[in-house]
């Protein structure tokens, strides 16, 4: 096998590869690519007439890969019209809020703010002001 036909098959392959590669990446338009997030997660929402379970879990947020399925195991609704609300965090509001009843309780006690950086998660922000 000569050099230029040797080079041209590496080429073949790397080309070949590069295309093979591109391909199994998620696209932006696939269902699957939104919910990337480790933290994803679901909410039921009862629809009309909805069973007495699906109104107890009602607002409950649910890791995306823990979530019970639809219709719930125990509906007894005839045709089960409820749905998923999806988040991208199970957290709900801002859980470093400093004027949060629980802040200003620690506070008026004499208690120092001890954190000094942002959250772990990407979209936490550093909301608490330092030295005030």
Known sequence: M???SLVLLLALVAAGLWF???????SADDPEAKHASPYH?????PGNGACRTAQ???GLRFLSAEAPTL??????????????EH???RRHGDR???YSA???TYAVHGGDERRHRRGRRQTDGMQVAHGL
């Not at 093979?20 to 998620?26: A, I």
């Not at 219709?71 to 998923?84: E, G, I, K, N």
């Open 71 to 84: 219709p719930l195991v125990s509906c007894d609704s005839a045709r089960c019209t409820c749905t998923f």
């Open 41 to 45: 997660c679901v909410a039921i929402v």
């Open 102 to 104: 629980v802040s200003h």
């Open 96 to 98: 470093r809020n400093p």
């Open 87 to 89: 988040h991208a965090d």
């Open 2 to 4: 000569s050099t230029g």
């Open 20 to 26: 093979w590669m591109r391909r199994s990446q998620p």
């Open 56 to 58: 107890t879990l009602k």
